[in-house]
């Protein structure tokens, strides 16, 4: 379980509009809006390389204690915008949470092991959601995979989870499913048939621009 809690400082944000933010990223700052148990919304600064190193090392459901000008406050990041090239975290939206209390969040799945020799295994689902302790939130869930035969499916009920958490997700959304590995000949003809598809649609395109 995931109790670790991790201390950043922040900075109340004053300046508002098209060309604060910009700057503040250029200054390595995050801004952020905290918001929660109906209190008016908190615009703040982040340290953007603190809070990307909790990140990392904790995941993106890692129980934060902010200290917003001496003021001690329990959040987690309830969204978290990235810039799609530079992955330069731009925004985040933090959520207050106070000890004891139960959140829903979504929990990452790795598949950990090797299925049988001859199998495929595709993962259908990559998280699920849970309702946990707030201050307890596991950072992920091992879905182990060592020696499955074809035909075994892994669905959400399956999941083992720690005391203290419940599933929120449908029980019977698929995790994981174990398929037998296409053999040389399967693949080869199904070469076959996409080549036979492509020309038939090349005959067919013909004869109708020829009609026209």
Sequence with gaps: MAREVNNLKTQTRTE??????PRARREGQVPAVLYGHHTEPRHLLLNALEFAAVLRAHGTNSLLTLDIEGEEQLALP???DVHPLTRIIEHTDLLVVRKGEKVVVEIALTLVGDSAPGTLVTQDANSIEIEADATELPEGFD????GAAAGLQITAADI???AGCTL???PEMLIVNILEAPSEADLEAGEDEGVAASIEQAQAADKA???E
């Design 16 to 21: 508002f509009g098209k060309g604060p933010p």
């Design 78 to 80: 309830k969204q978290i």
């Design 143 to 146: 879905v182990s995979v060592a």
């Design 160 to 162: 083992e989870l720690p």
């Design 168 to 170: 929120v997700s449908d």
């Design 209 to 211: 621009s020829s009609a």
